[in-house]
């Protein structure tokens, strides 16, 4: 029988671009702690703009998400939510913005920055800024963002080759011991 870590390795090894955690992680920020009125506003403001994006209604979710900024200009999420739109219709200028304001505002830590950390660095890595992307990812990975992780190791060729040469050697072993080779 193998242990959680046995088959976190294993699976390491044969899948050597997915996340090689178990970590499923998707709760809020702000189970954490009490919001404030006006926490709680821009939280309900966030949550019509993201239904108003999801229908390809990107100046509504922009309206939005700027009137839950002006409520809570401190909630960091509200700049990541908006960063995103911005992301989506091309303007990552603004995005990029909004996303260094969701980072400072969150301390670099906890759910928002684990996403803005991921925004950024696909931002980078879209304007061929590579250096910066993979190490945006890599905060974001650090955070628990399994995609990001992903990305990381499909980013570093040395990873990837030393996993396949891994995997070569322990298929072989395998097939050698079922086929009787020495």
């Known amino acids: 029988?193998?242990?959680t870590n046995?088959?976190?390795?294993?699976?390491?090894?044969?899948?050597?671009?997915m996340p090689t955690t178990d970590d499923n992680d998707t709760a809020s920020d702000d189970i954490t702690r009490?919001?404030?009125?006006?926490?709680?506003?821009a939280k309900e403001l966030e949550t019509e703009a993201v239904n108003a994006a999801n229908g390809s209604q990107y100046d509504r979710s922009l309206e939005l998400l700027t009137r839950a900024?002006?409520?809570?200009?401190?909630?960091?999420?509200?700049?990541?939510?908006?960063?995103?739109v911005y992301r989506v219709i091309g303007n990552t200028e603004l995005a990029?913005?909004?996303?260094?304001?969701?980072?400072?505002?969150?301390?670099g830590t906890g759910l928002v920055a684990r996403q803005a950390y991921c925004q950024r660095g696909l931002i980078h890595l879209l304007h061929?800024?590579?250096a910066e992307g993979i190490e945006d990812m890599k905060l974001s990975a650090n955070l628990g963002n399994d995609f990001a992780k992903a990305l990381v190791v499909q980013l570093n060729p040395y990873a990837a080759l030393c996993n396949k040469m891994l995997r070569d050697m322990i298929n072989?072993?395998?097939?050698?011991g079922e086929t009787g080779d020495q």
């Open 128 to 130: 061929k800024r590579e």
């Open 96 to 107: 990029l913005q909004d996303l260094n304001e969701a980072i400072r505002l969150s301390s």
């Open 172 to 176: 072989k072993c395998i097939i050698g």
């Open 34 to 41: 009490q919001l404030t009125a006006e926490e709680q506003l």
């Open 1 to 3: 029988m193998c242990s």
């Open 69 to 84: 900024i002006y409520t809570a200009p401190n909630r960091a999420s509200c700049y990541n939510n908006r960063a995103q």
């Open 6 to 17: 046995d088959k976190l390795v294993l699976n390491s090894i044969f899948n050597p671009l």
